[in-house]
């Protein structure tokens, strides 16, 4: 058996074809808006941050103002010799600190960072280290955000 | 029947795209370039002002002499030479610490209120300061000595004139007179060799603070011994310290005047 298609049959309305033409670009359109709205937001946030760190980065000041060895008391193991490092954060950042004496770095846990505020006098690290007479010291102290000074000591 | 032409119904997706388009190009990639820019601003700013202050600290400069007041005060006295204030954070000596706070004026002079020090026999006092921009100046006057036997326990700087003259060649003959009264066998006298080729630099000693009297001449085969550019001739010199250097400079030219 024959199938007849009509032929008079007609296509959808063109204002409804134009209505879901229409609608389908707004929504891929309202889509596209969205995505590159938040992709460009994050964009500019992480290159703003960035920036900043790289700011604060090259703001940091700071030296060691001087080198010594101490004779501490403690309680539990009476006087203890110690080399103490101080150093001086005379920048406009605050900075957080490690010291490496002729390669060791203190203190010894790596995750341990010392704090020390933008203009803050001092802070010394204490690092359990015997004074070898004449012995020269490399120090080198170094932030987290990767600057470094040196000192050079002779023990005396 | 009316109907809506085939142009217009394949320009409406057109334009919407393009209205699209351009609305994520104004709110939201222009937005995103200033914000960068505007970072970037900030950043070039940060970095002329540490230029800034880095050339502050380069810049500044100190006349600084420890000496000791009582058997165990140390006096710092303190010239600003710079053009800037200068700030005094922190005084070293030897390994105690002395914090302070003291502000100075270009060009001026500050003494220090005697710092208290803790003495110990046959020991060196090393004094430096350090300045809130992150500078270290240590004592022009060097090392502080204590003995207890010696009378006041320490022994200060040595003093004296140092003559530099920029040699051209010839012969220089250097008088240093302590009093222009005194007997002539208290002068220091200096000959150069005349077949020097380089600068002459030459030290004379004194025992004590004063004025001395200073001649510098140099030997013209003509005429003997005649003036040098500035000229020195019984020209009085002052070594006052503690109030100004130990060691007094005088620098002339090798040429005749």
Same mark, same amino acid.
């Given at each position: 058996?024959?199938?007849?298609?009509?032929?008079?049959?007609?296509?959808?309305?063109?204002?409804?074809?134009?209505?879901?033409?229409?609608?389908?670009?707004?929504?891929?359109?309202?889509?596209?808006?969205?995505?590159?709205?938040?992709?460009?937001?994050?964009?500019?946030?992480?290159?703003?941050?960035?920036?900043?760190?790289?700011?604060?980065?090259?703001?940091?000041?700071?030296?060691?103002?001087?080198?010594?060895?101490?004779?501490?008391?403690?309680?539990?193991?009476?006087?203890?010799?110690?080399?103490?490092?101080?150093? *001086?954060?005379?920048?406009?950042? $605050?900075?957080?600190?490690?010291? &490496?004496? !002729?390669?060791?770095? /203190?203190?010894?846990? =790596?995750?341990?960072?010392?704090?020390?505020?933008?203009?803050?006098?001092?802070? *010394?690290?204490?690092?359990?280290? $015997?004074?070898?007479?004449?012995? &020269?010291? !490399?120090?080198?102290? /170094?932030?987290?955000? =990767?600057?470094?000074?040196?000192?050079?000591?002779?023990?005396? | 029947?009316?109907?809506?032409?085939?142009?217009?119904?394949?320009?409406?997706?057109?334009?919407?795209?393009?209205?699209?388009?351009?609305?994520?190009?104004?709110?939201?990639?222009?937005?995103?370039?200033?914000?960068?820019?505007?970072?970037?601003?900030?950043?070039?700013?940060?970095?002329?002002?540490?230029?800034?202050?880095?050339?502050?600290?380069?810049?500044?400069?100190?006349?600084?002499?420890?000496?000791?007041?009582?058997?165990?005060?140390?006096?710092?006295?303190?010239?600003?030479?710079?053009?800037?204030?200068?700030?005094?954070?922190?005084?070293?000596?030897?390994?105690?610490?002395?914090?302070?706070?003291?502000?100075?004026?270009?060009?001026?002079?500050?003494?220090?209120?005697?710092?208290?020090?803790?003495?110990?026999?046959?020991?060196?006092?090393?004094?430096?300061?350090?300045?809130?921009?992150?500078?270290?100046?240590?004592?022009?006057?060097?090392?502080?000595?204590?003995?207890?036997?010696?009378?006041?326990?320490?022994?200060?700087?040595?003093?004296?004139?140092?003559?530099?003259?920029?040699?051209?060649?010839?012969?220089?003959?250097?008088?240093?007179?302590?009093?222009?009264?005194?007997?002539?066998?208290?002068?220091?006298?200096?000959?150069?060799?005349?077949?020097?080729?380089?600068?002459?630099?030459?030290?004379?000693?004194?025992?004590?603070?004063?004025?001395?009297?200073?001649?510098?001449?140099?030997?013209?085969?003509?005429?003997?011994?005649?003036?040098?550019?500035?000229?020195?001739?019984?020209?009085?010199?002052?070594?006052?310290?503690?109030?100004?250097?130990?060691?007094?400079?005088?620098?002339?030219?090798?040429?005749?005047?």
């Amino acid at each position: 058996m024959k199938t007849q298609i009509p032929k008079n049959r007609r296509a959808i309305s063109p204002v409804i074809s134009a209505l879901i033409l229409s609608a389908a670009v707004l929504t891929v359109g309202a889509a596209v808006w969205a995505y590159s709205q938040g992709a460009m937001t994050i964009n500019a946030e992480y290159y703003a941050e960035s920036v900043i760190n790289m700011t604060d980065t090259i703001s940091e000041r700071f030296i060691i103002e001087h080198v010594c060895y101490k004779d501490v008391y403690y309680e539990d193991v009476g006087y203890v010799t110690e080399l103490h490092v101080f150093v *001086y954060n005379y920048g406009t950042v $605050d900075i957080e600190v490690r010291v &490496e004496v !002729n390669g060791v770095t /203190y203190p010894v846990d =790596e995750e341990v960072w010392l704090k020390l505020p933008s203009k803050e006098m001092e802070l *010394y690290q204490t690092i359990p280290l $015997d004074p070898i007479w004449g012995e &020269e010291l !490399n120090i080198k102290a /170094y932030t987290r955000r =990767e600057n470094n000074v040196y000192y050079k000591y002779q023990v005396p | 029947m009316s109907t809506i032409s085939t142009k217009f119904r394949k320009g409406t997706s057109t334009i919407l795209g393009t209205l699209i388009f351009i609305g994520i190009i104004f709110t939201s990639f222009i937005p995103m370039m200033l914000v960068m820019k505007q970072a970037d601003t900030l950043y070039d700013m940060r970095k002329h002002e540490l230029e800034f202050l880095d050339q502050e600290r380069f810049d500044e400069e100190i006349s600084f002499y420890a000496y000791p007041d009582a058997a165990d005060d140390i006096i710092l006295r303190i010239k600003n030479e710079g053009s800037t204030l200068l700030k005094i954070v922190m005084v070293w000596i030897n390994d105690a610490e002395y914090p302070h706070d003291v502000n100075i004026q270009s060009m001026e002079t500050k003494s220090l209120a005697p710092l208290d020090v803790v003495l110990q026999d046959l020991t060196s006092y090393t004094v430096k300061v350090i300045t809130e921009n992150g500078n270290v100046f240590s004592s022009e006057a060097g090392t502080l000595y204590y003995s207890s036997s010696t009378t006041d326990g320490w022994y200060t700087p040595s003093l004296g004139l140092c003559v530099h003259i920029e040699n051209l060649q010839g012969k220089y003959q250097i008088i240093i007179r302590i009093n222009i009264e005194a007997d002539p066998l208290t002068d220091q006298t200096y000959t150069s060799d005349s077949m020097e080729h380089e600068d002459i630099e030459k030290m004379f000693w004194v025992d004590f603070p004063g004025t001395y009297y200073v001649t510098i001449k140099k030997d013209d085969p003509g005429s003997g011994w005649v003036n040098v550019i500035p000229p020195y001739n019984n020209e009085p010199v002052d070594v006052l310290w503690p109030a100004s250097k130990p060691i007094t400079d005088i620098y002339v030219s090798g040429i005749f005047a």
